[in-house]
Structure formats: structure tokens, C-alpha cells
């Protein structure tokens, strides 16, 4: 079974609005959880980086939250823009080591 | 601000060719990891160094081999190539904060192997 679950797993959204991805884990000890996107066929370029004690990070128009009781964590998007258009991709990592968990992603298409 | 670059971008190898892929880090980065992503697939940790010396190890198989430098970048090499070894391999580098854990891995855009 996989250590991080993304819901949904695809979705499609008008521009201009909102949309909020889900991601959970199991990873355990729990070090950090990062969120990236990747376009198709480039590499994953990072947006948020979440500690156990962090609840919420922005980066623009991207607002992570962290619940580490519940090992739940969020992606939202504000005012989508036609270069949303991606793959986010929740990932985890676990103390001790920097060995990390990836989710499938959530595929995200954003259309005029 | 400089990225993580890799080379070849694409690469076509027919099957028990060998090839090698390189892989430049952000500048002061001392930790290089690499992933293989299949078709569809999330990324596979293959193997990590640090400060030259191999620091994890994933499912790389036995066929490939990599190693870090002393200018820190790194080359995965692998032999005797097979059809499912088509891929995207990322390399992704980060500080390793004196052993503690790293920092954000900072991913390149990777190079795309086809085995035909």
C-alpha cells in the first residue's frame, strides 16, 4: 500500500476559480511534507515544504496546510490560471533518512 | 538562480547498450539523488550521495551503478539496457545540513531514456 494517497486523483476547474487537493499519509517517523508540480515531462518543481510543527505555508496563489495528528494535508489554489495546468504531487519524507514517499499526484486541468 | 541540469535530455539506446546519464547540482548543494519515473508512475528512488559518498539506496538495479564527484555532480551508469528501463531519471540535489536532513530537493528536468 502506498504511504501517500492524493484525492482526486484528477480534476478539471474553470480559470478563475479555486480548488483544494487532499493528500494523506502514513509515513512514519514523519520528518516533512512538500508539495510540487510537475508539468508534463519536466521535473517536479517545489512549492511548499511543511514541518511537523507547521500548520499552513503560501507561496502565492498556493496555500498548504498540515494536520500531523491526522496526517492529512491540503493543497489550495486561488484564482486559477491556465498555467495551473499540472501534476501536484504531495511527498513525504521520513526522520532519519530524506528517502522520500511519493503521491500518484493530482492531476490538475484548468480550462478558459 | 541556477537549477539543477541534466544530460542528455533525451537519450535513444537499443537493448544491452549501455549509457550514462549526468547531473550538474545547484551550486554549494552537496547531496544528489536519483529517481526513475515510468510511464504514468510516481518517481522511484534509485540511490542518494553525499559529499561523494553513496548515503541511500533505493531499488536501483544491480545493472546500474552511479557515483558523485569531486566537483559534486553525478553520473548514473547503466548497462545492459532493457526495454523497461525506458524512463524519465531525475537527479535532484539539496544540502544535507551536516548529515541532520536535508532541505528541499530541488529536481532537474530530467533526462528521457528510450530503450528500443
Known amino acids: 500500500k502506498n504511504q501517500v494517497e492524493q484525492s482526486p486523483q484528477s480534476l478539471i476547474i474553470l480559470e478563475g476559480k479555486n480548488c483544494t487537493l487532499q493528500?494523506?499519509?502514513?509515513?512514519?517517523?514523519?520528518?516533512?511534507l512538500r508539495w510540487y508540480k510537475q508539468d508534463t515531462g519536466r521535473g517536479p518543481v517545489s512549492l511548499t515544504i511543511m514541518t511537523f510543527s507547521e500548520n499552513t505555508k503560501s507561496n502565492g496563489r498556493y496555500t498548504a496546510t498540515l494536520d500531523a495528528d491526522t496526517k492529512q494535508s491540503s493543497l489550495h489554489i486561488t484564482a486559477s490560471q491556465l498555467s495551473d495546468s499540472a501534476s501536484y504531487i504531495c511527498v513525504v519524507s521520513a526522520r532519519g533518512n530524506n528517502r522520500l514517499a511519493f503521491g500518484k499526484g493530482n492531476q490538475v486541468v484548468v480550462i478558459p | 538562480a541556477a537549477g539543477v541540469i541534466q544530460s542528455p535530455r533525451h537519450l535513444i539506446k537499443e537493448k544491452r547498450e549501455t549509457a550514462t546519464l549526468k547531473c550538474y547540482p545547484i551550486?554549494?548543494?552537496?547531496?544528489v539523488y536519483w529517481y526513475q519515473q515510468g510511464p504514468g508512475q510516481d518517481p522511484q528512488f534509485l540511490i542518494s550521495f553525499y559529499e561523494k559518498m553513496q548515503s541511500d539506496k533505493g531499488s536501483i538495479p544491480d545493472r546500474f551503478s552511479a557515483q558523485q564527484f569531486s566537483d559534486y555532480h553525478s553520473e548514473l551508469n547503466m548497462s545492459s539496457l532493457e526495454l523497461g528501463d525506458s524512463a524519465l531519471y531525475f537527479c535532484?540535489?539539496?544540502?544535507?545540513?551536516?548529515?541532520?536532513?536535508?532541505?528541499?530537493?530541488?529536481f532537474g528536468p530530467g533526462t528521457r531514456l528510450t530503450v528500443l
Open positions: 551550486p554549494r548543494h552537496d547531496t
Open positions: 535532484a540535489s539539496a544540502i544535507e545540513r551536516g548529515g541532520r536532513g536535508t532541505d528541499t530537493q530541488y
Open positions: 493528500c494523506n499519509y502514513t509515513v512514519s517517523p514523519f520528518s516533512n
